[in-house]
């Protein structure tokens, strides 16, 4: 069984570089193969010699289509998405592979019932029957709309701890309660409406 991991970035200031290093090497051991999306952000060395596959996108894309973009490329039959202010506190990553599931960690300083938008792994079968994350929707909007979509399928392991500085990229970049994360709950809305989205 091969784990795939995901970090999408946007390393604006050296913080942010460092909570996507803390953030690749906490999981590193547990993955066999760890892809970094760098969207728009600046160019790494360290996240470089840490992941097999580091993109480097100079235009930003945003968020949903750099987590797609790092999910495609994926070979694993698990791959796992992990927003890079989080960090691994316990527990191991192959408990969250279960066929069939989409699967959150216990996020220990963040509530969340189900798929957690800072982590979730999800089965190559699961992928190609359910798909990725819907790029209309450029900020984080997309998970939840993907949490909608897989809701009957997921399960939650309590066995993985993960720690999530929240909002430290978003309020970073401005995102967070700004134009874009309204235009997308907008175009959310809107998909829902057309029977297009969950």
């Not at 760890?34 to 010699?49: H, Q």
Request: glycine content about 6%; overall charge neutral; some cysteine.
């Amino acid at each position: 069984m091969k784990i795939s991991l995901v970090i999408p970035c946007y390393t604006i200031n050296k913080d942010l570089e460092k909570l996507a290093i803390r953030a690749a090497l906490s999981y590193r051991e547990q993955v066999d193969e760890l892809i970094v999306t760098e969207d728009a952000g600046f160019y790494s060395p360290e996240l470089m010699k840490l992941s097999d596959i580091y993109i480097w996108n100079k235009k930003n894309i945003g968020f949903t289509a750099n987590v797609n973009l790092g999910w495609k490329m994926a070979h694993g039959q698990y791959v796992c998405i992990t927003n890079s202010d989080t960090v691994l506190m316990s527990g191991f990553l192959v408990d969250m592979c279960k066929r069939g599931h989409i699967t959150s960690p216990n996020i220990i300083n963040q509530y969340i019932d189900f798929l957690a938008g800072p982590f979730w792994c999800a089965p190559k079968e699961v992928t190609l029957k359910y798909g990725y994350l819907m790029e209309e929707m450029k900020t984080y909007s997309s998970d939840s709309e993907y949490d909608n979509r897989v809701r009957g399928i997921f399960e939650k392991v309590e066995t993985v701890k993960i720690y999530h500085e929240q909002a430290k990229t978003v309020k970073a970049a401005g995102i967070e309660g700004g134009k874009e994360q309204q235009r997308d709950r907008e175009i959310y809305q809107r998909l829902k409406e057309e029977g297009k989205a969950k």
